[in-house]
């Protein structure tokens, strides 16, 4: 291989080089030289891997075998030292890790040694405290010495005679318990009750106490209860339904006082329950409080559908609703059969029940949740839905009877030139809706303002549409006031729309102070969806009227048509001198004017400010859109 400068030496080179020819062999000198390395690195590797090649790497491995195992035994002996060492190591740590775990047992045995010897000497000196207890009637005390070892194995700490004398004790104080707890029971004492009562929880017989005192309470409760039934049954025999007289008692009024008197017992029970037995017994308080409501107001509304024939009524009800509307004849035979108005009475009591049990209803979720714990299953729930669905049957037969019967009648108009049955109509309309409002259930509520809408849209629309169309029909032979009719009945959409809103008003009102609570605002957005429709039912009477205005006013513009004769026979093609004379004299405007205001006259009395508005609008328009045209056919100067 021949010898060649390194890359470092021509580098001075390059630098001073600036002729084309050096730079020319300069750069041919080193493509040979790279060249020879090429060739150089090939002849290596071929080397390497031919026989020769492969001999000489043995010899050197040999000399490695031979010459590294000399220069690596010092280290070799110092890592065998080391190791040793680290095993010497171990072996003392394990032995004194076991000495340590040997001491934590005995120390572990001296303090249960010692905890036991403590529980022998206390639980000795409890035999004699007990019995002292007992015999100065410091139950509390004795309830206290005996907790505190109900845990132990009292038959191996103590010797067998000590531990019998000790169960003695404890059996002992629970036979006191329950005798004074039974006379405390007799004498009505609430105080001593609670006391016994309590004392089960030391024992460890919590559920024993806590059972006993809920059954005492239930008792309270159910003497009470039955004593205002009794009332209820003997004013049962001296009134009928509907009754106003306060010394009577009513079904409302003897549930309603129930639910005043669970709520009273659950409210003023809460917080000792919790100090008593723990607040998860608050729970067991509940169940038992709902169970024995369920007991007492069940009674009570099985009388009221009893003494009332509800189910009986209901079942009426719900023939006449299988009646075809057009079947006339046979709807007016059930419908003399059960009269709605023996229903009001019966429909405000059953509004005035589901108030009360809706009331009582919020007031044990309310505990429930205070308590976190699961409402309690009720029978009371269950039987307020069917009288709640009887409820709604009955009031939207209610209405729909009560509003045709109110439509019918035809009596003279009232001094607003309205129709009386409107008034009638509506005040219905607002009495069963004030009544399911009064019932303070969400679903009631939706059920009859769904059913308002039907009436209004279906049938009370109806019949004005008919009346307006066969008043408006009869005009031209109408003599006096009658020729007025279909005035009125204008006057009956417009106050209907306006009756409409302020049924809607009212209702929002009293949603919002009855569901005013958080946990209400699914049933107030249920509600104000029920609400709405009552506005778009608003708005349909609007559109009706303001069809048949139209079409109204449509009839008497031909009438009218005539005042503008003078100005179809005016010439607008003027001299200098005409037109002065018109500044002057007009010739139609004034008694335009005049003929058009007393051609008005006669509706301003007979119709409302606003539907005369609308009228007067309606006619200038058209009469207006008469001129345009016949400007237009004019030719001006």
Not at 581 to 588: A, S, Y
């Amino acid at each position: 291989m021949s010898s060649t400068p390194s890359f470092d030496f021509f580098i001075p080179e390059v630098q001073d080089i600036n002729d084309l020819t050096e730079i020319s062999n300069l750069l041919a000198h080193t493509i040979k030289r790279q060249q020879t390395i090429d060739n150089d690195l090939v002849k290596l590797i071929n080397e390497g891997f031919s026989g020769e090649g492969l001999r000489g790497m043995v010899e050197r491995m040999d000399t490695l075998e031979t010459t590294i195992p000399t220069k690596l035994q010092p280290i070799n002996r110092k890592s065998q030292d080391l190791a040793k060492t680290i095993d010497d190591t171990t072996y003392l740590a394990e032995t004194i890790s076991k000495k340590v775990r040997d001491l934590d047992t005995v120390r572990a045995r001296v303090k249960a040694t010692l905890s036991k010897v403590g529980d022998i000497i206390d639980l000795s000196d409890c035999i004699d405290a007990v019995n002292q207890a007992l015999k100065q009637e410091h139950y509390e005390v004795a309830a206290t010495h005996l907790q505190r070892y109900l845990h132990l194995d009292i038959d191996q700490v103590l010797e067998p005679s000590s531990a019998m004398m000790l169960n003695n004790a404890k059996s002992q104080l629970k036979a006191i318990l329950k005798e004074k707890l039974e006379k405390a029971l007799s004498n009505d004492n609430p105080d001593e009750i609670r006391r016994f009562c309590k004392l089960y929880v030391p024992l460890g017989q919590k559920e024993e106490g806590l059972t006993r005192y809920c059954h005492y309470l239930r008792r309270i409760c159910s003497d009470e209860a039955e004593l205002s039934f009794r009332s209820l049954l003997k004013s049962m025999g001296k009134s009928a339904v509907g009754t106003t007289d306060p010394s009577l008692t009513t079904c409302v009024a003897s549930i309603t006082q129930l639910f005043e008197n669970v709520a009273k017992i659950i409210e003023d029970q809460f917080p000792i329950i919790e100090e008593s037995f723990g607040a998860d017994s608050q729970e067991i308080l509940l169940k038992n409080m709902q169970q024995q409501c369920d007991i007492h107001s069940s009674k009570i509304l099985d009388l009221f559908l009893e003494q009332y024939s509800v189910m009986k009524r209901v079942q009426d009800v719900s023939v006449v609703s299988r009646i075809a509307p057009m079947d006339r004849e046979a709807r007016e035979k059930e419908f003399l059969r059960l009269d709605p108005r023996e229903l009001g009475p019966i429909l405000d009591e059953m509004a005035s029940i589901s108030k009360s049990a809706e009331y009582y209803d919020r007031f044990i979720k309310r505990k429930a949740k205070q308590a976190q714990c699961p409402v309690p299953l009720s029978d009371l729930n269950r039987k307020m839905q069917e009288i709640l669905s009887n409820y709604i049957l009955l009031e939207e037969y209610f209405m729909m009877e009560s509003v045709q019967k109110a439509m019918k009648t035809d009596e003279a108009p009232t001094e607003n030139h309205t129709s009386p049955f409107v008034d009638y109509v509506f005040f219905i309309l607002q009495k069963s809706a004030s009544r399911a409002m009064e019932s303070a259930s969400a679903n009631a509520l939706c059920a009859i303002v769904n059913h308002t809408n039907t009436c209004l849209n279906r049938d009370y629309k109806e019949v004005l549409q008919h009346l307006f169309r066969e008043a408006a029909g009869k005009n031209q032979i109408a003599k006096g006031d009658r020729k007025y009719d279909h005035l009125v009945l204008l006057n009956n959409m417009e106050i209907s729309v306006e009756f409409i809103k302020k049924l809607k008003r009212d209702l929002e009102n009293s949603c919002n102070r009855l569901f005013s609570s958080g946990s209400a605002d699914e049933y107030l957005a249920m509600i104000n969806t029920c609400l709405a429709d009552l506005m778009d039912t608003s708005n349909n009477f609007k559109k009706m009227l303001a069809e048949n205005m139209d079409q109204f006013s449509a009839s008497i513009t031909p009438r009218i048509r005539s005042l503008l004769d003078i100005f179809s026979s005016m010439s607008y093609d003027l001299t200098e001198i005409d037109y002065q004379n018109n500044e002057i004299n007009d010739p139609w405007v004034t008694q335009f004017i005049g003929d058009v205001t007393t051609f008005l006259q006669p509706f301003s009395s007979h119709l409302t400010p606003s539907n005369h508005d609308l009228l007067v609008h309606l006619i200038l328009s058209k009469l207006t859109r008469r001129m345009e045209k016949l400007l237009f056919q004019k030719k001006v100067s």
